[in-house]
């Protein structure tokens, strides 16, 4: 019998108070009935849509975009190839040359995925929050031509918080690519190797985004 894939879960855990984007709401969550007196357990949960690992849809830079709920299944499975870009960062930029390097040669992944290894810093810390690293709208751009369906990123966003024009999040968005933010675990990932991805946003209605879990599994 062939054994099972490994199935790598890349979804940071949800909690109550967890490190989010600088001006977001903390998430709160909180029990509201107990087995002990209610016979069952559930909880309350608080949050933006934008919270934790979650998904932008090309509704949340794009005006009439495409909202989370309206993205097709089957542009959320497909082929994966993940860029480990650590060497050639330049300061909080990701450079077009890093993803250009690391490409997997005579592959044509559906989505990649960005490691810097940031997500082992997350923590409420002036580094964490501001100095993270993302692409520049060339980069943006050179993914666009690749004609990839997502792009994922371990940091809190794809584009560095020193681009307040946030040019990354529209060059992708505005072509109908969604972006993963605050993934988890990609170092558990090789590069070189291809993977299935399978993302999984809240269907929520009309939602510029959502939580979504993010598995990568072996082929």
């Not at 001006?23 to 919270?51: K, M, N, W």
């Not at 993302?134 to 666009?144: E, F, R």
């Not at 946003?201 to 599994?217: D, Y």
């Amino acid at each position: 019998m062939p054994s099972a894939r490994r199935v790598h879960d890349l979804t940071a855990l949800l909690a109550t108070h967890m490190t989010v984007w600088p001006t977001s709401q903390l998430p709160v969550i909180e029990p509201i009935a107990f087995i002990a007196r209610d016979g069952y357990s559930s909880e309350r949960i608080s949050c933006r849509t934008h919270s934790g690992t979650h998904m932008d849809a090309p509704a949340h830079f794009i005006e009439g975009g495409t909202t989370v709920d309206q993205i097709l299944p089957e542009q959320l499975v497909g082929s994966m190839a993940v860029l480990d870009v650590r060497p050639e960062l330049d300061g909080d930029i990701i450079p077009a040359k890093a993803l250009q390097k690391h490409w997997p040669r005579g592959k044509h992944p559906n989505f990649v995925l960005l490691r810097t290894d940031w997500s082992r810093e997350r923590a409420p810390t002036k580094r964490y929050l501001y100095d993270f690293p993302g692409i520049d709208p060339t980069g943006a751009k050179w993914l666009v031509q690749q004609d990839v369906r997502g792009v994922g990123i371990d940091t809190l966003g794809i584009d560095p918080y020193t681009n307040s024009a946030f040019e990354a999040h529209k060059v992708l968005l505005a072509k109908g690519i969604w972006i993963l933010e605050a993934l988890d675990h990609l170092d558990a990932l090789a590069e070189g190797t291809e993977y299935t991805l399978i993302a999984a946003p809240l269907k929520i209605a009309g939602a510029s985004g959502a939580m979504a879990r993010v598995f990568a599994i072996e082929r």
